[in-house]
């Protein structure tokens, strides 16, 4: 196995201490753009993907099980201190997401104060629901985890949560529930974006195998930028293998965005406050994203 290092100012195949670099791959729809073209066997090192659910991203990473991932921005917001974010990368929206839905079964009067079951697939969408729950609502519902299957998920409780494309899944059934879409309502309340999920690395990993991890978040930039050049492909999978309308998939790509500037950090910032805010974090993180240029500067005067 090989992982890139560099000696004397030049880029070679190390086999001293190598291992694969573990890279985790959010399953969601929502993450396609991203990961689409994403190619590790193009790479000149060794990788592992790990494709899965954001909570079970989450665990690994900050277990130390892989190395870089997409994850849920709670997540990094609580292990801030160990990672650095790849830049312009996140899953993010102004508005309708589309795939973090809250079903209610009764009146939202009765919502805010009753049960509601709760996805655990993705912590992001959990906080956020409590925010909006208790601090633009005013309410104290009490939450449950369950299977994500929305009739057994509302035989105990008032309202749903449901993520990702289980919530995609079930909004086109003729279910006769209202619906909330959680990034609308952020958005509403907020007038901001909303980040659901950040590509981060362990910063040791960072520091070991710079221009590894270089190579890693290039290539993720460059086939981000493929997909938004033609988004036809991703669309066909989409079809392929969730069902739906060429037309909905369209707007439900349409509606994402996978950059992570000013405006997209913003919204991020204040959705740590409001947090830190419900006790659902103990301090508002510092966002720092990956130091590529001083790292490889650092290693290169090293020699």
Request: glycine share 6%.
């Amino acid at each position: 196995m090989n992982i890139i290092s560099i000696e004397d100012g030049a880029t070679r195949m190390n086999n001293t201490n190598s291992r694969p670099i573990r890279l985790g791959r959010i399953s969601y729809t929502n993450a396609w753009p991203v990961f689409h073209h994403f190619d590790p066997t193009q790479l000149p090192f060794q990788t592992e993907i790990h494709s899965d659910l954001p909570a079970t991203l989450n665990r690994k990473l900050r277990a130390g099980d892989i190395d870089m991932a997409a994850i849920s921005s709670y997540a990094y917001g609580i292990s801030a201190d160990s990672y650095y974010l790849l830049p312009n990368l996140s899953v993010s929206s102004f508005g309708r997401v589309q795939s973090i839905l809250l079903f209610l079964k009764s009146p939202l009067e009765q919502v805010l104060h009753g049960k509601i079951a709760l996805t655990t697939a993705s912590a992001t969408s959990v906080n956020l629901l409590k925010i909006i729950m208790e601090k633009f609502y005013g309410g104290k519902p009490t939450y449950e985890d369950a299977e994500p299957v929305l009739e057994q998920m509302l035989e105990n409780a008032d309202a749903a949560l449901l993520i990702g494309d289980h919530a995609i899944r079930a909004s086109w059934t003729n279910h006769g529930y209202r619906v909330l879409d959680l990034g609308e309502v952020w958005n509403i309340w907020t007038g901001q974006w909303m980040t659901y999920a950040l590509w981060a690395v362990h910063k040791e990993t960072a520091h070991r195998y710079p221009e590894a991890i270089r190579e890693i978040y290039e290539a993720l930039i460059a086939g981000k930028s493929k997909s938004y050049d033609d988004m036809e492909p991703i669309v066909d999978k989409a079809l392929r293998q969730i069902g739906g309308t060429a037309a909905y998939w369209q707007g439900y790509f349409g509606n994402l965005c996978h950059d992570f500037g000013d405006a997209q950090r913003s919204g991020l910032k204040l959705y740590f406050q409001y947090a830190k805010e419900l006790g659902l974090i103990e301090g508002e993180p510092d966002i720092a994203e990956l130091p590529l240029p001083y790292l490889l500067d650092n290693l290169s005067n090293r020699r």
